[in-house]
């Protein structure tokens, strides 16, 4: 039989994934080593790895082109579910929070407020939740920078340690929710290779367990 394909988020969550399969026992050398190679083997060929960006492990898994995917609960929420969750991987934790200026009070008066937010869907749904009509503003990346130019009056965006937003006098309004890696899988690969995938996920689960 083919080997599993399995897409791994490149960038934050790639060490702690490449460090996660080496404790449950598979050879990383070919991700560790990889140049420019984009399909890599893992462990004795047991898997094959491929190295993408968030939203496209996404892509990849919703199309049965990679059986498995390790992807950030944040690109989950933006970019929809027709997939299993199966595992919170418990890496790659932060939270999306609303942040603005600091000491400067977001909700009150009537103006429709604007948010900043690389995770537009994410935004509306929040506030939508709050029943709250909102113009959202999709930008690429360092959304921080939206409401210090006076396009937004918030953001709807990732944070970690909070360094960002206090070098840049921004504080956490609201947290929306927290995040961290989960594990997906595409929905047929799961019917038909049921017992490979969920011994994998129960040796990664016992793994994180103990701590990566
Ligand atoms: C993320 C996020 C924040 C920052 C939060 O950005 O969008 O800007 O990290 O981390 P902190 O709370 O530890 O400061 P990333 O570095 O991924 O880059 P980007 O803004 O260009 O997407």
């Given at each position: ?31 560790r ?16 790895a ?6 496209d ?68 749904a929040?506030?939508?939740?709050k ?13 921080e ?13 990732l ?9 840049n ?40 367990g103990?701590?990566?």
């Open positions: 039989m083919k080997p599993l394909r399995i897409a791994l988020t490149k960038g934050r969550l790639e060490k702690d994934t490449v460090a996660l399969l080496e404790k449950i026992g598979y050879d990383c050398s070919a991700i080593e990889k140049g420019r190679r984009l399909i890599l083997p893992v462990g004795n060929h047991e898997f094959e491929v190295l993408a960006k968030a939203a492990v996404v892509t990849y898994v919703e199309h049965g082109v990679c059986d498995l995917g390790v992807v950030g609960k944040d690109t989950i929420l933006e970019n929809g579910n027709s997939f299993y969750e199966i595992l919170d991987l418990g890496f790659g934790r932060c939270r999306f929070a609303l942040a603005g200026p600091k000491g400067k009070p977001f909700y009150g008066g009537y103006s429709i407020r604007t948010i900043a937010s690389k995770y537009p869907n994410v935004a509306r929040f506030f939508e939740g029943g709250m009509d909102v113009q959202v503003i999709k930008i690429e990346g360092s959304v920078l939206a409401p210090l130019l006076g396009l937004a009056d918030a953001i709807v965006d944070v970690e340690t909070g360094a960002t937003l206090r070098e006098g921004l504080e956490v309004i609201e947290t929306v929710c927290p995040i961290s890696a989960r594990l997906i899988a595409n929905t047929a690969s799961l019917k038909l290779r049921k017992r490979e995938i969920e011994a994998l996920a129960a040796r990664m689960e016992q793994a994180k103990d701590g990566i």
